[in-house]
């Protein structure tokens, strides 16, 4: 079956410092990638995507994440965290001949610490 | 970017009743929209795509008499929680989709009494 991992589901970072979030998704064909940020209460912000091309994708608020084919993984990346970025982050994937459909991971909380 | 709103954004009813939550795209016109429900703490989990002038597709376990789904027109999508219980309560997102990506609204509160 079709899945996405983010295998944190909590992680705490001081303002500052640098931040990674792990997404591995299960599928033969290398499907659409996305991470979206959610803040409390909130709809869905897309942050960046991943169709084709360079496997190095820069987004907003200064993220930025690398597709890995070799590791079917999709890591999420800021160099330094604003206390701004504490929020839910999720992984998604469309699947290419799911119509459109988006399969999201677990979610990573982020805690800014001061 | 492109903006979805959603209707209202907190609703609070008794058990029994239906509420009716309203999907917009603002500032284009969406084929196909997508109804989420999220649990707290939780992921979002698909429930149903809705297509322009078709019946909406409902994904496994998802009860179609339940969660009543129209899509009248290009910027539209409505999602009616039928006689309304306890469990229904959750955060219903909907998602409206572009040339390459979804849009997502700001989500609608549900909390049934």
């Known amino acids: 079956a079709q899945s996405v991992t983010q295998p944190d589901i909590h992680i705490t970072v001081s303002e500052g410092a640098s931040l990674e979030l792990r997404c591995n998704y299960s599928?033969?064909?290398?499907?659409?990638l996305f991470w979206y940020v959610q803040s409390p209460g909130q709809g869905l912000q897309l942050l960046l995507k991943?169709?084709?091309?360079?496997?190095l994708v820069q987004g907003i608020k200064g993220f930025e994440a690398e597709f890995k084919r070799s590791q079917s993984s999709f890591n999420l990346r800021k160099p330094s965290v604003h206390w701004s970025d504490a929020a839910e982050y999720f992984c998604?994937?469309?699947?290419?001949?799911?119509?459109?459909?988006?399969?999201f991971g677990a979610g990573t909380q982020v805690v800014v610490t001061p | 970017g492109a903006v979805v709103s959603q209707h209202p954004s907190r609703v609070i009813c008794k058990s029994g009743t239906s509420v009716k939550i309203e999907c917009r795209s603002l500032d284009f016109q969406a084929t196909t929209m997508f109804w989420y429900r999220q649990f707290p703490k939780k992921s979002l989990m698909l429930m149903a795509t809705?297509?322009?002038?078709?019946?909406?597709?409902?994904e496994q376990g998802v009860e179609k008499d339940k969660f009543l789904i129209n899509h009248a027109s290009l910027t539209l999508s409505t999602l009616t929680v039928t006689s309304a219980h306890p469990e229904d309560s959750s955060f219903y997102i909907c998602?409206?989709?572009?040339?390459?990506?979804?849009?997502f609204g700001p989500g609608t509160r549900l909390l049934v009494l």
């Open positions: 809705s297509n322009e002038g078709s019946k909406a597709t409902y």
């Open positions: 991943y169709f084709s091309g360079d496997t």
């Open positions: 599928y033969g064909a290398t499907p659409y």
């Open positions: 998602s409206a989709r572009g040339r390459e990506t979804q849009y």
């Open positions: 998604a994937v469309e699947y290419r001949d799911s119509w459109g459909k988006l399969q």
